[in-house]
């Protein structure tokens, strides 16, 4: 069974810097791209940022690119988001999410999600 | 970056009724468009991929068509689980994009 499991929310001033991680267990880690989508309270899915597996391209949302820097670790199994620069805006519950296969961004397993709050 | 727009906003409907629901590319995806169901506060779930194929044990009553920027959901018969929040997401084009959502709701 796909289990994702994220970690490294909570609050963070304007300006501040948080670092989530993702631990993936029940499937080939390594092999599947792996994503970060994001929900505001109340609001819709939005994307942030996705990684290639093995290899380690990286495509970032236009609203965090520059500020935001996705990165992996397979010998740990484990997906990481770090978030500089945090505007208010990037409140929200940050889930990662599994590809459906090694290289297409459907996402078929999602976390539970961590709660990242922007606030002074 | 491709704008999904979702119609209606709200689909008040009963138990039993069929659903049909729209989501509209800006520009052409292809068929590569998928349909995740959310109910509250609960993950999404995928329920279709590159338009029309049904992902792991989505039941038959689910299903999706279209193609280039028009795209269907349809539910054949609402069961009482289905009532929920439906979200459409391109991967025709970086930046992935996902539309606004159409909630299901019981009438």
Not at chain 1, 24 to 36: D, V
Not at chain 2, 78 to 106: H, M, S
């Amino acid at each position: 069974e796909v289990q994702l499991v994220e970690s490294g929310g909570g609050l963070a001033q304007p300006g501040g810097s948080l670092r989530l991680s993702c631990t993936a267990s029940g499937f080939a880690f390594a092999s599947y791209a792996m994503n970060w989508v994001r929900q505001a309270p109340g609001k819709g899915l939005e994307w942030v940022s996705t990684i290639s597996g093995s290899v380690g391209g990286t495509y970032y949302a236009d609203s965090v690119k520059g500020r935001f820097t996705i990165s992996r670790d397979n010998s740990k199994n484990t997906l990481y988001l770090q978030m500089n620069n945090l505007r208010a805006e990037d409140t929200a519950v940050y889930s990662c999410a599994k590809a459906r296969s090694p290289s297409i961004p459907y996402f078929d397993s999602w976390g539970q999600g961590a709660l990242v709050t922007v606030s002074s | 970056e491709i704008m999904l727009t979702q119609s209606p906003a709200t689909l008040s409907l009963s138990p039993g009724e069929g659903a049909t629901l729209s989501c509209r590319a800006s520009q052409s995806v292809a068929s590569y468009l998928a349909w995740y169901q959310q109910k509250p506060g609960q993950a999404p779930r995928l329920l279709i991929y590159d338009a029309s194929n049904r992902a792991t044990d989505i039941p038959a009553r689910f299903s999706g068509s279209g193609s280039g920027t028009d795209f269907t959901l349809t539910i054949s018969s609402l069961e009482p689980e289905d009532f929920a929040v439906y979200y459409c997401q391109q991967r025709n084009n970086w930046p992935l994009t996902f539309g606004g959502g159409t909630k299901v709701e019981i009438k």
